[in-house]
Each structure stands twice: as C-alpha cells, then as structure tokens.
C-alpha cells in the first residue's frame, strides 16, 4: 500500500436548510499523496470550500470514507479531530482570522499552545517561522498594523509552525491584489518545495490554481476534471483488481 | 495547555477591552462591596453588643424583695431590717451553684466635693460585690472586708461621676460628701461604658454595705441582692437554688407567690445580641442579592463575549483547540473577571465602612480575612456564571463557528 496522506472514497456530504437537504459533495473520491501541491477551483456553490472542510477534519463526511496517513477519521472522537488538526493539518483562510490586539508571534505560536509547549520554545519556533515569510521585524507588531498580504503571510506562519503534513489553503488570495496574490502563492510554492508539505488550495481564480502541480475542477460537488485523472483511474482499477483477486481466492 | 497560559490568555483577551471589564465587572464590585460593608457594619455592632455582655457579666442575677402576694392579694409584711444581708449571706453559704452573694442598697444623693457637685444615686455593697460583676480598679484599689469590718468611710468611684466631681483632677485621695459624712476616694473603677438601654454604668459611687448602711441610708432596709453563678454552673440553676432557699427562709407556704422577684439582667443583652445578629442576617442577605445580580450581569456579558468571539471560537477549534481548552479559557475569564470584581468590591466596601464610622459613627469592623472570603465568593460566582456560556462555547462546532459572521 503506498502511503496517500489523503485518501477520501466517495465523500458525501449535504446541508439541511429548513427540512430541505442541500448536497454539498457527491461522492467524491480523491488521493493526494505526500508532499503534493493540488488546487481545487470550480464556480462558488461547486461544493470545493465544503470538500476542504471536510479534508481539514473540521466536519464530518454523511457517506463515503476518509482516511489521513492510513488512518479512518470517521473512527475519532471529537478531541482526536482537534488533535490531528493541531499536528498534522495546517489552515489558511481568506480572511487571515488572526486575533485582534495579539502580536503577531503570539499568533503564528497560538497552535502551539494547544500542544503544550512552553512559551519560550513557542516563542523561539513562531519566531522562526516568521522569519521565513519575511516578516521578522513585525513580529511584536499587531495584526491591524500589517497589509493584507502580510497579514496572510503571519496565517501562513501560524499554519505552518507546527510542521504539519498539509496545509489547507481557502481561497488565501481572495482578499488580495493581483501583486499580493503573486508573493502569497510564490511562499506557498516555496513552503511545499523546501518543506515537503502537501498543499491543498482552493481557489476559483484559474491564474492562481495555476501554481500548483495538479488542478482538480468541481462542480455540482463532483470532481469533473482532474490532471492526475489517468494516474488515479490507473490505481483505483489495481486496487480493485487485486481485491476480486482475493474475494475469488477466498470463496 | 498549563494553567499559567490559559490564566495568562484570560488577562490578555480581558484587557483587549478594559472599558468594557471594567463596566462588566461593576455589578459583582457593587455586590461585594454592599456585602463587605453590611458585615463590617454587623461586625461593629456585633463587637459593641459582646463587649456589652463581657462589661456587665453573664453570669450573675438581681434579686428583688417584693412584698407578699397570695393569689394576687397582697399581704403587707414588715421587712427586717438585717433580711438581704442575711439572706446574701445564706445564699452564698449554702447554695452550691454560687460564687458570691452581696446586699446592695441605692439611694438617690447629692454628692459633693471640693471641685464639684450632682445628684446622683449612690450604692452600699459587699466587697464580694466587684467579684460579681467583674469590676476592677484602673487607678487606686477597691475596698475590702478589712474596710467593711471596720465601717470605714471609703468609697471607689465610676469613671463618669469622678468626671463629674473632680473634673480633670485626679480623684484618688480626694474627698468627698455625702450627707455632711467625709469619704475618701481610693479606687476609681475601670469603665462599662454605655448599654444598650443608654444608661451609663460609669455612673456609679459604691461604698462599703455596713459604712452606707449607716451613714448614708440610715438603715434603710435594702430591697436589692446580686449573686453570681459559678464557673461552668448554668445560671437557671443558681436561680433555682436561690428561688428554693429564699423561699425557706422566708417561711413560703406552698400556695404562696414568690414575695422576691429574680431578675437574670444577661437575658437582655442576650436578646439584644438575638436581635442584631438578625438584623445583621437581613442586612447581609440584601446585600448578597445585589452579589446575585452581579453574577448574572457576568453571565450576560460572557454570553455576549462567547457570541461575539465565535469565529475566533472556530479558528481556535480550527487550529487544534479542543472543547476543554475553550471550557477553560472561557471559564477562566468569568473566574478572572470576577475575583478582580472581588478584589475591587473588598476595597470599595472597606472604604465605605471607613466612611460609615468616620460620618455616621457607626462602629465597623473589616476583617482581612473578609477580602479573602470575598475573592473566593467571587470567584466561586464567576464559576458558577461563567460555566453555562463557556460551556455553550465549547458545544460550538468548529465550521459553524469558522462560518459565523
């Protein structure tokens, strides 16, 4: 079994508006390995934000499965999700969501906090982090006193401090000019080639989705076009094979 | 996530908008502080009502010469002139509850010196009689049995009437008059202060019973007799003892009333006391009350906070918060909140009882130990307020919260 960071089978997942059911992802079924940087576009009401969500272990699937590094995450708990949110999955939002009246390097070490580590070893990682995005002589700095663009480098920091294995990036451009779009995605190509870390971009700006190594187009909450299509097919026909394999070996 | 950071975000977040603590926390300072203030004021008059107890004793009865009734019909009787004395007499030989027995007898007076003169009422007595009620001298020393054997013409002096006769003159070794006869003035006893009925114990001139008896009274038979209980001895028993013996001694038939009456003075300051520690009670409730709305002005501001901080809520979940950790960051600012509202209160009440004495004269008492009660109290509103919106808080499902706007 090669090791897929992510591999989600037939995802479903709707929303309940007044008694009406409204599905989001229709049996969507998706591999990332480690280390790969995907977007994901399709128009607003695609269902791209709720898959991400769903990725991002923030909601849970209504049919399908869903396993991260080998592991079924319909099987945690509510605790165990915020867990392996905490280590292993790092969030950017459109919005930044940084706290207000919070200098920066206690935000970008706010994760760490929920591990436990001390403030001082925090203070020395966040510290770290933020002087790979550049922002080191802003970091006792607050939030409304950077750019937007440097705002999303400090959520970029903060997603990145505790070395996870993906980040999830929610449409991070959206609320940045073409310029600042440019440097974001640019950090974002440079954190996925040193660092190794998967990334999954959600964007509905086909220029930005451009940056990464494998587009994934939604719409109707399906998959309608992929770029690693073949490979995925490829795979899915062998593990399939192999398993009417078994089943005719066994009866 | 260690204490000292969830209590370390607490302060942080609540001083993200100091207006807003400062006005959130003023419901729960006014509570305390009308509570510390209330106690402080009880205490005060707790404190006046004990040391009352403490000045006239506990432990002694007044017993009154009546004449004799029988079926509400009364029966004049001639009094024997010797019958308290000899009765104070009996009752201390014979009556195993009690310490000490003495006759008194009080005579209204004018009572002169060489710097002053008032009317007074002045008072024959045993020596055993400062035994009884715990009178001490502060200045000079009391009279004994020596000065009783011997008629001398003595007397010791209550704070007050020394005021009144010798002004700012010291009255030891002073003379004074009363009925032309010359006593000299060798103690000057130590102060009763007020009671709680206004009279003032200070005011008081006692001389030996046989020297009184007949210098001052003529022989005037005395109508009046003071013992007091033994250490560790009920005092109903003492009264029970002396009831059976007078009655004895003053050939009572059975069908006879009592022809003496035996007053126990301390249940009136007991019900005194009964009363201000209800007062007190009232008083404190009230004020608790006010501590109760505080703490549901807490409730409402953290509802408001959680509301208005879900998407922070959501990011914090987002990042790997788990419910516990927004449990306790939510139930740590309440606790915070409101042990800063405990800490205020205790100063404002303290400063409040200060005024109270300074300008309505009111005795109050703060205790320290009444600003750690009251921290803890706080606190403990704090958790109780504070659970229900930290608990809401952290029910929150991360997406929603993320999503809220």
Not at chain 1, 175 to 180: K, Q, R
Not at chain 2, 134 to 162: H, P, Y
Not at chain 2, 332 to 360: H, K, N, P, Y
């Amino acid at each position: 079994m090669d090791a897929a960071l992510i591999d989600i089978c037939d995802a479903c997942k709707a929303y309940h508006l007044d008694e009406v059911e409204i599905p989001a992802v229709r049996g969507v079924t998706l591999r990332l390995p480690a280390g790969q940087f995907m977007a994901i576009t399709g128009a607003s009401g695609s269902g791209k934000s709720t898959f991400m969500h769903l990725v991002g272990c923030l909601d849970r699937l209504d049919a399908g499965t869903y396993a991260f590094e080998g592991q079924a995450v319909e099987q945690l708990s509510r605790g165990q999700l915020a867990t392996l949110r905490n280590r292993r999955i790092g969030f950017v939002f459109q919005s930044f969501n940084l706290l207000a009246r919070t200098s920066i390097v206690d935000n970008v070490a706010l994760p760490l906090t929920y591990q436990g580590v001390r403030r001082r070893e925090r203070h020395r990682r966040a510290a770290e982090m933020i002087e790979r995005v550049g922002l080191s002589d802003r970091s006792r700095h607050h939030p409304n006193q950077l750019s937007g663009g440097q705002q999303q480098r400090v959520a970029i920091a903060r997603a990145l401090v505790t070395r996870p294995a993906v980040v999830l990036a929610d449409e991070p451009t959206g609320n940045l000019d073409t310029t600042t779009s440019l440097e974001i995605m640019t950090l974002l190509t440079t954190m996925n080639r040193e660092q190794g870390v998967s990334i999954v971009l959600v964007t509905h700006e086909p220029e930005i989705a451009a940056h990464a190594q494998r587009q994934v187009v939604f719409r109707d909450g399906k998959i309608v076009r992929d770029t690693e299509e073949g490979a995925q097919a490829r795979r899915h026909a062998g593990t399939e094979g192999a398993g009417r394999h078994l089943a005719v070996e066994a009866s | 996530m260690s204490p000292f950071t969830v209590i370390g975000e607490s302060l942080h977040s609540l001083g993200k908008n100091k207006v807003r603590t400062g006005l959130s926390i003023l419901g729960i300072v006014i509570g305390i502080a009308a509570v510390i203030a209330m106690v402080a004021v009880a205490t005060g008059a707790q404190r006046k009502v004990e040391r009352e107890i403490a000045a006239i004793g506990d432990d002694w009865l007044t017993i009154w010469f009546m004449g004799a009734n029988r079926g509400g019909v009364h029966r004049e009787q001639a009094t024997p002139p010797n019958m308290t004395r000899d009765d104070a007499e009996a009752i201390e030989r014979e009556c195993s509850a009690v310490r000490a027995a003495s006759p008194t007898n009080r005579v209204p007076a004018q009572v002169i010196s060489q710097f002053g003169n008032y009317r007074t009422g002045v008072m024959g007595v045993y020596p055993s009689f400062f035994d009884i009620r715990r009178w001490n001298c502060t200045v000079g020393r009391l009279f004994g049995n020596d000065e009783m054997q011997m008629r001398a013409k003595v007397c010791c002096i209550g704070l007050s009437s020394a005021k009144e006769l010798f002004g700012a003159v010291n009255p030891l070794g002073q003379e004074l008059r009363v009925n032309r006869v010359a006593f000299e003035v060798i103690g000057v006893l130590e102060s009763k202060g007020v009671g709680s009925d206004g009279r003032d114990f200070d005011d008081v001139i006692l001389f030996p019973f046989t020297s009184f008896q007949r210098l001052i009274a003529g022989n005037e038979p005395s109508g009046t007799l003071f013992a007091a209980a033994r250490a560790g001895v009920p005092l109903a028993t003492a009264k029970e003892q002396i009831r059976t013996l007078l009655r004895q001694r003053h050939h009572l038939a059975d069908e006879d009333d009592d022809t003496f009456r035996i007053m126990d003075r301390s249940l009136t300051a007991q019900a005194n006391a009964e009363a201000t520690r209800t007062f007190n009670l009232l008083l404190t409730s009230i004020a608790s009350i006010s501590l109760l709305v505080g703490g549901v002005g807490i409730m409402n501001i953290m509802l408001v906070s959680v509301t208005e901080r879900t998407r922070e809520i959501g990011l914090r979940m987002a990042i790997g918060a788990h419910g516990l950790h927004i449990l306790a960051q939510f139930l740590c600012e309440a606790v915070v909140l409101c042990g800063l509202g405990g800490l205020v209160g205790f100063c404002g009440g303290w400063g409040v009882a200060r005024v109270v004495s300074t300008q309505v004269g009111w005795e109050t008492e703060v205790s320290y130990w009444m600003a750690g009660v009251a921290i803890a109290f706080a606190t403990a509103v704090g958790l109780f307020f504070g659970f229900y919106p930290a608990w809401r808080a952290s029910r929150l499902s991360p997406i929603d919260a993320l999503r809220y706007e």
